[in-house]
């Protein structure tokens, strides 16, 4: 019989670390026009937004201390996002974005990447 093989977990998968993780990758592969990996598809922005969304409600639970030690970086990676979009005016994204019930939907929900994978 084979050893039983178990993962060492270092962190919840939704950890603000991981969350600042997930935005600061969606980013990246906007910065790469998607060539960094093959296939993103459109759930996976939308997944995205929301996590960028609960990222922002998990900092405001924080002590102002911490808020104030990672505002400046959730900062520049929203700069980077917004350089990297554009408003979808036309809602050409709206039927495939999901907002989940109850986020502060940012205007991120309402940007469509310039170079556009799907």
């Known amino acids: 019989m084979a050893p039983e093989v178990r993962e060492k977990i270092t962190a ?3 950890s603000l670390k991981n969350r600042f993780s997930f935005w600061e990758r969606l980013i990246r592969r906007m910065e790469a026009d998607w060539q960094v990996e093959g296939q993103y598809p459109i759930s996976a922005y939308s997944n995205d937004l ?3 969304d609960r990222l922002q409600a998990s900092l405001s639970q924080l002590p102002d201390t ?6 400046g970086l959730l900062r520049a990676l929203d ?3 917004m350089q990297r979009t554009e408003s979808d005016e036309t809602g050409e994204l709206r039927p495939w974005l999901r907002p989940s019930s109850g986020m502060a939907r940012h205007g991120f929900w309402l940007r469509k990447p310039v170079v556009v994978p799907w």
């Open 66 to 71: 911490a808020q104030a030690a990672l505002a």
């Open 12 to 14: 919840p998968v939704y």
């Open 79 to 81: 700069e980077r996002f």
């Open 50 to 52: 929301d996590s960028r």
